[in-house]
């Protein structure tokens, strides 16, 4: 089993930025892909940026690339999403997801741990 808890979400004007944690636990995170995906109401959730085991590969959906970066600290088993510029249309719960076998999945259903969520809010 994968525990994951999201931490540094918040409400942030337009333009701004923030930082979101995932510390993870229970399994040897070098060998776990991490993946952050959003939803806002009455959307389906949606892929935002991944990154392989070893950090080498690393994945964005359009809508956030040149404003998001992810990364990975192995020393303290925690995955960042850094967020620049953000937009209103940012505005969703954000869901850290690990995967413990292979790849570097894009979708929900590649993932097998899902953290409880933070919630990002983007005022206009």
């Known amino acids: 089993q994968v525990q994951l808890v999201e931490s540094g979400g918040g409400l942030v004007q337009a333009g701004g930025s923030l930082r979101l944690s995932c510390s993870a636990s229970?399994?040897?995170?070098?060998?776990?892909?991490m993946g952050w995906f959003r939803q806002a109401p009455g959307k389906e959730r949606e892929f935002v940026a991944s990154?392989?085991?070893?950090?080498?590969?690393?994945y964005y959906a359009d809508s956030v690339k040149g404003r998001s970066t992810i990364s990975r600290d192995y020393a303290k088993s925690t995955v960042y999403l850094q967020m620049d510029s953000l937009k209103s249309e940012d505005t969703a719960a954000y869901y850290c997801?690990?995967?413990?076998?292979?790849?570097?999945?894009?979708?929900?259903?590649?993932?097998?741990?899902w953290g409880q969520g933070t919630q990002v809010t983007v005022s206009s």
């Open positions: 997801a690990a995967k413990s076998i292979g790849g570097v999945p894009t979708s929900p259903e590649g993932y097998d741990y």
């Open positions: 229970g399994r040897t995170f070098s060998g776990l892909a």
């Open positions: 990154i392989s085991a070893n950090g080498a590969s690393i």
